[in-house]
């Protein structure tokens, strides 16, 4: 391997590089395998994926009594008519097809007399989501994938290995570096082209049903990039996760009310019915700002999702994970009501991408969660997300294979192995600024905003900036700068919107007059600002 200024070493050489191994990722890899050398890159293990913790299903119109063009309906509804039509058209249209495909390669959704069972969930006109040993369907869908990917010839894999930029020449997106997690050593990778697809960002709210690794770094390394972001205002809040001293806010599938779990207030009284005609089934934003509603007029920190009713033979098969896990922390859900509050879940927003997953960036594709091609408007209907990560994952692969750069692989090498990067430095104490930003955001940019609080929060951020500045080589570190970074972009966006749409709610703003509100808010670092070198290229 070459040095490159003493610390970066070329890495393997590939065409393509995949960012994240959840199910937008390793579609897209499968795919791209046909066209080229495929590198896939993760964070920490390839199955620690936001993907891997779905449960609810996965949504597709493929029952008798089901249509696209209900399934179509229902997407634009919930997403309060801000979503893009042609974005949700490719989504249902092209979703039962690839389901049909994920089928054929194995996956084994739950079925009763030989026939797929499709659930209920909120603002679904039909019955709809498949799901996979009852509440474990991302696992399931997860685990085929790997196989699938497994058995193809030109895919390689850097595990336990953070992204720390792209790299850019010319304005195109031509590599990244990259640390070992383990060992600390850098690499440089270039490619054709890098395909984000890195999921969200509840990590940067203390209460998430995300996982860990989920902190946002495709946002934020695309943002440093210069490409622009949009609509990071838009955060869903899940209404039900687990609330619990010794225990970090588990989902609570939505598929538990769509099997008649009930809501119920700290003196026990079912409330959603005083919120919207469809009750527990209402959207998300409604049920979760009704939650909310209730906490605090009666000064509690949860609800209770009450189960009990359907019964404890049918309550052990049907939601096996959320009954073990529950158990574990001494709550019977059989038996007892399960204490519940809203966390932040899904981020609508993303890297601004089209449906072909192309970003304002040549060279960069985005897909899945990291993406915002305007499917999910201003809140995301239940279960599309799955279905999302497969149809646009095969889209952004099919675009990175017909990307043309127009810089050829020598030049590439010889431009990147030219870039220069500052003296290394480490922060003083990532896992309390980590904390406090966590507690910051949920305080001040949560599920309730206001002018006031958004204004606060920039201050704080802004006063928290300096210390995750220049070159920072860890991968604790490097999240708490993607973390900070992400947050003041949500921020400022919610700043800008000054009105309430769907996940988006000011409280000093409730209503949405007139049309202005059907505007999509775009964010883009300013050049002079960009900590990536983009030089120009010389062709020697
Ligand atoms: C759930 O099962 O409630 C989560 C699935 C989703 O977010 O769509």
Redesign the pocket.
């Known amino acids: 391997m070459t040095p490159l200024n003493q610390t970066f070493h070329l890495g393997p050489e590939a065409d393509y590089l995949v960012i994240g191994s959840g199910v937008a990722g390793l579609r897209a890899a499968i795919e791209l395998s046909q066209h080229g050398r495929v590198l896939i890159i993760t964070k920490g293990s390839r199955r620690q994926s936001n993907s891997v913790y ?4 996965v ?1 597709v119109a493929l029952s008798e009594e089901d249509d696209v063009n209900l399934h179509f309906t229902d997407t634009i509804k919930a997403g309060h008519q801000l979503g893009r039509e042609d974005a949700a058209r490719a989504l249902v249209e092209e979703g039962p097809m690839r389901i049909q495909e994920l089928i054929a390669w194995g996956t084994q959704f739950d079925k009763v007399d030989g026939k797929f069972v499709f659930a209920k ?1 909120g603002a679904h006109s039909r019955d709809r989501v498949l799901r996979a040993q009852g ?1 474990a369907t991302g696992n399931e869908m997860i685990r085929v994938l790997l196989e699938q990917a497994k058995k193809q010839g030109h895919i390689q894999w850097f595990d336990h290995h953070f992204i720390m930029d792209l790299l850019v020449l010319d304005g195109q997106c031509c590599g990244v570096r990259v640390v070992n997690e383990a060992t600390g050593h850098l690499q440089v990778l270039p490619a054709k082209a890098v395909i984000l697809t890195t999921g969200g960002a509840g990590q940067v709210y203390a209460r998430t ?1 995300n996982p860990p690794n989920a902190t946002g770094d495709g946002f934020a390394m695309a943002y440093r990039a210069g490409a622009i972001l949009e609509d990071m205002e838009f955060v ?1 809040f ?1 209404p ?1 996760s687990l609330f619990h001293q010794s225990s970090p806010p588990f ?5 538990m009310r769509g099997e008649g779990g009930l809501l119920r207030n700290r003196k026990g009284e079912l409330f959603m019915p005083k919120y919207h005609p469809s009750a527990e089934l209402a959207p998300r934003d409604i049920v979760a700002r009704a939650i909310w509603s209730e906490m605090a007029a009666s000064r509690s920190r949860h609800v209770y999702l009450d189960v009990t009713h359907l019964g404890s033979a049918y309550i052990k098969k049907r939601f096996p994970t959320i009954y073990q896990t529950c158990l574990r922390v001494d709550i019977d859900i059989t038996e007892e009501w399960i204490p519940v509050s809203p966390s932040a ?2 981020f609508m927003g993303g890297i601004k991408a089209n449906i072909d997953g192309e970003t304002s960036l040549p060279g960069l594709l985005a897909a899945g969660e990291a993406a915002c091609n305007g499917v999910h408007g201003a809140n ?1 209907l ?5 279905l999302e990560g497969l149809v646009f994952g095969v889209r952004a692969a099919h675009s990175a294979a017909q990307w043309t750069p127009t810089i050829k692989g020598k030049d590439r090498k010889h431009g990147l192995a030219n870039l220069e990067f500052g003296p290394k430095r480490t922060l003083e104490d990532a896992e309390k600024l980590r904390n406090s930003l966590r507690r910051l955001m949920w305080d001040q940019v949560g599920l309730v905003r206001t002018g006031d609080s958004l204004t606060k929060a920039l201050a704080k951020i802004s006063a928290w900036e300096p210390q995750v500045q220049g070159f920072l080589h860890t991968r604790p570190d490097l999240e708490v700068k993607n973390m900070m970074q992400v947050a003041r972009c949500i921020t400022e966006a919610a700043l800008w919107r000054e009105h309430s749409l769907g996940a988006h709610y000011r409280a000093d703003f409730p209503g949405c007059k007139g049309s202005a509100w059907k505007i999509h808010s775009q964010i883009q670092c300013p050049e002079s600002e960009r900590p990536t070198p983009t030089p120009q290229l010389k062709i020697v």
Do not use: F, I, V
């Open positions: 779905a449960q609810g299903g949504a969930e509440d049903t869903q899940h039900t989902l609570l599938s939505e598929t879940h899904y995301r239940a279960s599309n997300s799955l």
